[in-house]
Antibody, heavy 117, light 104 residues
Framework: EVQLVESGGGLVQPGGSLRLSCVTS????????INWVRQAPGKGLEWVAY????????YYADSVKGRFTISRDNAKNSLFLQMNTLRAEDTAVYFC??????????WGQGTLVIVSS | EIVLTQSPGTLSLSPGERATLSCRAS???????LVWYQQRPGQAPKLLIY???SRATGIPDRFSGSGSGTDFTLTISRLEPEDFAVYYC?????FGQGTKVEIK
């Protein structure tokens, strides 16, 4: 069964940092590009970041560029999102989603990040 | 940057009724890149339709997608109880704001 499982969310103060992880199974991780997508409470979906299968290409939403870094470890079937200089508006459920920028075919269950003092 | 506008914001229907959801792009897009997702409360989004009209694996045939250019439609022919959810269209990095299908 194809699975993506996020972790690492929690409560963090404004200006703080957090590192999210997404551990995958059931498919050949190294052959797929992966994305982070977030959803603020009661709001819609917002694409955050993309990384190619090899990890050589990354894209970011303007709202997080320069603060967030996406990375992956193909040996450990894992994806990461390093989030620095967090703001209240970064509060959201963060999903990892398999796929290129055309279709996200498999999603994790999400991890909640709350940025508050 | 392309903007996707979904309408209506909320659709109130009864089980067994037909649902028609609209997604309008601010400029013409290739239907290859138009995708629909379903999100039930407390769950992750689920891929329904890709390439504007192709159903994802395991998606029942009561779901259909159509459209081209700037106007795209998701149709649910007969609503089942599990279909009451929020539906999002997507093109690349951009999502629509969603349409909630609620029980009337």
């Amino acid at each position: 069964e194809v699975q993506l499982v996020e972790s690492g969310g929690g409560l963090v103060q404004p200006g703080g940092s957090l590192r999210l992880s997404c551990v995958t199974s059931g498919f050949i991780f190294s052959t797929y590009s992966i994305n982070w997508v977030r959803q603020a409470p009661g709001k819609g979906l917002e694409w955050v970041a993309y990384i190619s299968s090899s990890g050589s290409t990354m894209y970011y939403a303007d709202s997080v560029k320069g603060r967030f870094t996406i990375s992956r470890d193909n040996a450990k079937n894992s994806l990461f999102l390093q989030m620095n200089t967090l703001r209240a508006e970064d509060t959201a459920v963060y999903f990892c989603a398999r796929g290129d920028l055309r279709v996200f075919d498999i999603w994790g269950q999400g991890t909640l990040v709350i940025v508050s003092s | 940057e392309i903007v996707l506008t979904q309408s209506p914001g909320t659709l109130s229907l009864s089980p067994g009724e037909r649902a028609t959801l609209s997604c309008r792009a601010s400029q013409s897009i290739s239907s290859t890149y138009l995708v629909w997702y379903q999100q039930r409360p407390g769950q992750a989004p689920k891929l329904l339709i890709y390439g504007a009209s192709s159903r994802a694996t395991g998606i029942p045939d009561r779901f259909s997608g159509s459209g081209s250019g700037t106007d795209f439609t998701l149709t649910i022919s007969r609503l089942e109880p599990e279909d009451f959810a929020v539906y999002y269209c997507q093109q690349g990095k951009t999502f629509g704001q969603g349409t909630k299908v609620e029980i009337k």
